[in-house]
């Protein structure tokens, strides 16, 4: 004969009540959300404006909400400029390159 164990039946959790959980609630990003989805319809119906306005709001809300994630861009921006810098200049001696061998190529065939 064979004995299965069986599993404890779950005990039943205590309700909480709403302070303790309306907290963990993010009613920022909710409002940012909501109100840059009303910003995307407004647009949408034509109204250019009020669209806009929701729409800066909603981005002004999101930024609020996301500090950590913006200053860490900010943190990173001059080493991403340092390296569009370098790469313009890459093209830029590309582009001079080519021009003097266009220069003296356009010579050769003038001859």
């Known amino acids: 004969m064979v004995i299965i164990p069986l599993a404890e039946p779950a005990q039943e959790t ?3 009540p709403c302070a303790e959980t ?3 609630t993010n009613w920022v990003g909710i409002t940012a959300g909501a109100t840059l989805a009303t910003a995307g319809l407004l647009l949408l119906a034509g109204h250019r ?4 306005l929701a729409a800066a709001s909603g981005t002004t809300l999101a930024v609020l909400d ?4 913006l ?24 582009v001079n390159e080519v021009a003097v061998k266009r220069e003296a190529l356009r010579r050769a065939l003038a001859r």
């Open 66 to 69: 996301q500090q950590e994630a």
């Open 22 to 24: 309306c907290d963990q």
């Open 71 to 94: 200053r860490s861009w900010w943190d990173a921006l001059p080493s991403y400029v340092d390296q569009v810098q370098n790469l313009l200049g890459q093209v830029q001696d590309t």
């Open 14 to 16: 205590e309700s909480r």
């Open 49 to 52: 404006r009020a669209g806009l």
